[in-house]
């Protein structure tokens, strides 16, 4: 097929003469990180095109979900999904919190609400659903639980960079939501993240804390941590932003163009965005059934033999991995649709440069197994 290797995401990369202007000024200035101008301007940008008040830029999510955690002063058990990156539990452990995990719903892939009281303990102090390859919880049911027993919730929202839901953004639900700006995300600041908070008191706490917890000269006032994001980062971010609209429109097509080509590929099921919202089209999952002629190894295989380097996004399950599989919420018949989920996911390449003959490549790859 391709002698060239289709990855199952890449970078968009800017005009590097786009970025070099920048450089310069941070060589001018000399001013490299902690709160700089290019991280301030980042800030009031992505604030405003993210249809949030408040946003903390961080040198990536995972230092981002930490903060987030201890920012909330949370103590004993969280709830959380085992069906996400691995870093959405690790968040939890670094806090010395437990995880607790609750099943997801196998049409939006999110932490099924409807499990969630059953796992509420005294012990339980917050909830910390993923809007997972975009898709929004339910956030609505989720409030509501949470209100009704006094939890906190944080959103991993890594996958939900610009997603609305009912009109309005995403990221506002919650007490604190939380962004990844990887290479591999639709907005990417080589590495970075932010934190969305609900008002100027929170973000000021959240900016203590990912500054070691400096207020000042003389003053520290809690155990913070080194989250800053650079200005080379933040600059770069400057630089991506001005073309993210064309960068999502150029995902958008691919999306559109793989469920028109795989809609009736016997065996595979696609994925559905929930109503009332957008998807950022940051992932393009597919299901590999049983009825479909290969297992789901199988054409991931099949798939890698001709270049294409899809990825089992997220297999193996969290609660499956050696630290967190003894947790007694991590027992496979208490986690039936992450477990069945896991093992049937792929990922195919998605992103803004995937050519049409690439595409194409992907397509045939997965249907032609019908025609043997
Ligand atoms: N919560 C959720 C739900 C997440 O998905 C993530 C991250 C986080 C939290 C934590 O966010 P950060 O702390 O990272 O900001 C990747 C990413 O490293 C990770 O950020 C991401 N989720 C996860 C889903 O995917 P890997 O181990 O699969 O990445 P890697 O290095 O295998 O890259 C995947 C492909 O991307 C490569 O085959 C080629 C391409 N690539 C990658 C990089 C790094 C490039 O073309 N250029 C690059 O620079 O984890």
Redesign the pocket.
């Known amino acids: 097929m391709t002698n060239q290797t289709i ?5 968009f990369l800017p005009e590097l003469s786009e970025f070099v202007p920048y450089l310069e000024q941070i060589w001018d200035n000399r001013w490299l990180t902690n709160n700089g101008p290019f991280h301030q301007e980042l800030e009031a940008k992505l604030a405003e095109y993210l249809g949030v008040e408040h946003v903390s830029l961080f040198n ?6 930490i903060t987030a955690l201890q920012a909330m002063r949370i103590h004993g058990e969280v709830i959380t999904t085992p069906y ?2 691995v ?2 539990t690790h968040s939890i452990m670094w806090n010395g919190l437990e995880p607790v995990f609750v099943d997801i719903d196998p049409t939006t892939f999110n932490i099924d609400p409807a499990k969630i009281e059953a796992a509420i303990t005294p012990r339980t102090t917050a909830i910390m659903p ?1 809007h ?1 390859y975009s898709n929004p919880c339910d956030v609505e049911a989720i409030q509501k639980i949470a209100d009704n027993y006094g939890l906190k919730v944080i959103y ?1 929202a ?2 939900a960079f610009g997603v609305n839901y009912k009109g309005d953004s995403l990221l506002k639900w919650g007490d604190l939501s ?1 962004l ?6 639709v907005f990417n600041t ?4 932010a934190v969305i908070s609900p008002n100027a008191k929170t973000k000021q706490r959240i900016d203590c804390l990912k500054n070691f917890g400096i207020v000042d000269e003389l003053t520290v006032t809690a155990p913070g941590i080194n989250g800053k994001m650079s200005e080379i980062n933040a600059a770069f971010g400057l630089v991506q932003l001005k073309h993210i609209n064309i960068a999502l429109r150029k995902r958008q097509v691919i999306d559109t163009q793989y469920r028109l080509s795989l809609a009736d590929v016997k065996g595979i099921t696609l994925y559905e965005q929930r109503d009332f919202s957008n998807s950022n089209y940051s992932y393009f999952p597919i299901l590999v059934e049983d009825d479909y002629p290969l297992s789901r190894d199988d054409l991931y295989e099949k798939l890698k033999s001709n270049n294409i ?1 899809s ?1 089992r ?1 997220f297999y193996p399950l969290i609660s499956n991995m050696p630290m967190y599989r003894c947790l007694p919420s991590a027992g496979i018949a208490n986690l039936p649709q992450a477990n069945a989920l896991a093992d049937k996911v792929i990922c195919l390449p998605i992103y803004s440069d995937l050519t049409d003959e690439e595409l194409s490549m992907i397509i045939q790859c997965i249907s032609d197994v019908n025609l043997r």
Not at 60 to 65: K, Q, R
Not at 190 to 193: I, Q, R
């Open positions: 990855p199952v995401t890449q970078p990536n999510a995972t230092i981002a979900l996400s990156f870093a959405t993923v997972c991993d890594a996958h939380i990844s700006f990887h290479a591999t995300k080589f590495e970075g993240g380097l990825r996004y």
